[in-house]
């Protein structure tokens, strides 16, 4: 009798002792529900639903992923990939050396050599010409130009400083004297030596006071020709 007694009281101490693991033990249905809750991050992680629900009445965690993390590779991945262009923007030799030889004329121009064009290349700058020495001002030699003579004038222009004519038969003009003289011999007479030039010598026209006059007129106010000058 203290036997069966003994062994009935184990059997329910037993019982009460394992009674809270089966109470707190989800059913099939709640596991489900957690696992659909969270499906996209389960998926994303590989986690099927059959194995959530195992792991899950078995008690142990299932939870979806804590945000926090996956931030925080999304951090680290900005920044890898922030630093990507970085790594990848500089050019290799060959790449540099190909620019410049595209542009030979211009850079063998500005004196920019295909050693120096790489090396700035290489680095990110902007290669830029060497700065050309200031040679110093040099000192012209040559002669200054002529100043070209004043243009002649003509033999029926009177001279720029000539005054006007006021005696009888004295004209400003060789074709007003024509025009009295006729056939007659048209000469130019210097008012104040009283001496007549012909047509074609320096002095024809150019003295500084004189007049256009018939020949038979000037010999006839006292006028004489130019002993220098023959007649025409």
């Not at 700058?125 to 000192?139: F, K, L, Q």
């Not at 000037?218 to 002993?227: D, E, H, L, V, Y």
Request: overall charge positive; charged content about 20%.
């Amino acid at each position: 009798m203290r036997t069966i007694v003994a062994i009935g009281c184990a059997i329910v101490s037993a019982s009460l002792i394992s009674f809270p693991a089966l109470a707190q033990q989800k059913t099939v249905k709640a596991c489900q529900e957690e696992w659909r809750a969270n499906k996209d991050a389960n998926q994303a992680k590989g986690i099927t639903e059959k194995a959530y629900v195992t792991q899950c009445r078995a008690g142990t965690s299932a939870a979806a992923p804590k945000v926090a993390p996956a931030a925080a590779s999304s951090s680290s991945d900005k920044k890898t990939t922030s630093a990507a262009p970085a790594a990848t923007a500089q050019k290799t030799v060959k790449a540099c050396q190909e620019e410049w030889r595209a542009n030979k004329d211009a850079n063998q121009a500005k004196g920019i050599t295909e050693k120096a064009y790489v090396t700035q290349c290489r680095a990110g700058g902007i290669v830029a010409a060497p700065t050309p020495s200031v040679a110093p001002p040099t000192r012209s030699t040559a002669a200054p130009a002529p100043v070209p003579p004043p243009p002649a004038r003509t033999a029926s222009q009177p001279p720029a400083a000539a005054t006007a004519p006021t005696g009888a038969n004295q004209y400003t003009t060789e074709g007003q004297a024509k025009g009295r003289c006729g056939s007659g011999t048209v000469v130019w007479a210097n008012l104040d030596s009283k001496i007549y030039h012909f047509t074609g010598y320096k002095d024809y026209g150019h003295t500084k006071t004189g007049a256009y006059m018939c020949e038979r007129d000037a010999t006839s106010q006292g006028m004489r020709a130019a002993k220098n000058e023959k007649h025409p």
